[in-house]
């Protein structure tokens, strides 16, 4: 089992930055594919970026250039830091721990609203 919490959502203005956390405890964190994902009401859930455990990063299109994904296994920690947001970045984002075949982990989830 992997245990995820995320922290650091809010509100924010268009154009601003927020850094969203996630910390994992549990099972060997460097072994997990990190990501991501949110989720905006009466949408699907969405692919933001993944990590691999060699370090191998993923964005969205939308996101590139304005996030950046980064992974610190010595301290079992995941981060976003999104700049130049917009008020279509609105959503619940996720961190989500994935290894082959069936290990598939969420975290709980952190709201994020931009609005003037």
């Known amino acids: 089992q992997v245990q995820l919490v995320e922290s650091g959502g809010g509100l924010v203005q268009p154009g601003g930055s927020l850094r969203l956390s996630c910390a994992a405890s549990?099972?060997?964190?460097?072994?997990?594919?990190m990501g991501w994902y949110r989720q905006a009401p009466g949408a699907q859930r969405e692919l933001v970026a993944s990590?691999?455990?060699?370090?191998?990063?993923n964005y969205a299109d939308s996101v590139k250039g304005r996030f950046t994904i980064s992974r610190d296994n010595a301290k079992n920690t995941l981060t976003l830091q999104m700049n130049s947001l917009k008020p279509e970045d609105t959503a619940v984002y996720y961190c989500?721990?994935?290894?082959?075949?069936?290990?598939?982990?969420w975290g709980q989830g952190t709201q994020v609203t931009v609005s003037s």
């Open positions: 989500n721990a994935y290894r082959f075949p069936n290990h598939n982990f």
């Open positions: 549990g099972r060997i964190f460097s072994i997990y594919v």
């Open positions: 990590v691999t455990t060699g370090g191998i990063t």
